[in-house]
């Protein structure tokens, strides 16, 4: 009498003939540390920026100051002082606020091709570890069929 195959055994030897691949965690931890500092780096360069120029525009915000608060002999001198430093803040608020605008400006275009750079990268990453994956499986599932036979 025919004995039946023993269907526990060819799962074993294929599921054993599968190969694990480590090196696609491995590169996909590196390819999101890499993304990871270059994006820290581009926040931290804005940060820089920024408080550059908020520490200029406090500086030059003082140095205006100092004049108002100067003892003056007429009156009139009084209110064409405050007259002068309104008007010099507002113009200091439009020149820092246009400097934060290119910050941001330049962070949101630094940050939208990393992402887009990653992306590719991506791509071609899955595209080749679906090919290698396809060429293991078939290449193991051969293996177990003419092991079963």
């Not at 500092?37 to 500086?59: D, F, G, H, Q």
């Not at 949101?108 to 887009?116: A, F, I, K, P, R």
């Not at 899955?126 to 290698?132: F, I, N």
């Amino acid at each position: 009498m025919n004995k039946p195959t023993d269907f526990t055994k060819v799962m074993q030897d294929m599921m054993a003939s599968f190969p694990v691949d480590s090196s696609a965690m491995q590169n996909a931890f590196k390819t999101q540390a890499a993304m990871a500092e270059k994006l820290s780096k581009v926040a931290l360069e804005a940060a820089e920026k920024s408080t550059e120029i908020t520490s200029k525009w406090a500086k030059d915000t003082l140095a205006k100051l100092a004049d108002v608060s100067k003892a003056k002999t007429e009156v009139t001198d009084y209110t064409k002082s405050a007259t002068d430093f309104a008007s010099a803040a507002a113009e200091m608020a439009a020149e820092n606020m246009a400097a934060f605008a290119e910050v941001a400006k330049k962070v949101q275009m630094e940050t939208v091709e990393l992402v887009l750079a990653a992306g590719k990268d991506m791509s071609e990453d899955a595209t080749a570890a679906v090919k290698k994956a396809t060429t293991d499986v078939t290449t193991a599932a051969k293996k177990a069929a003419a092991a079963a036979k």
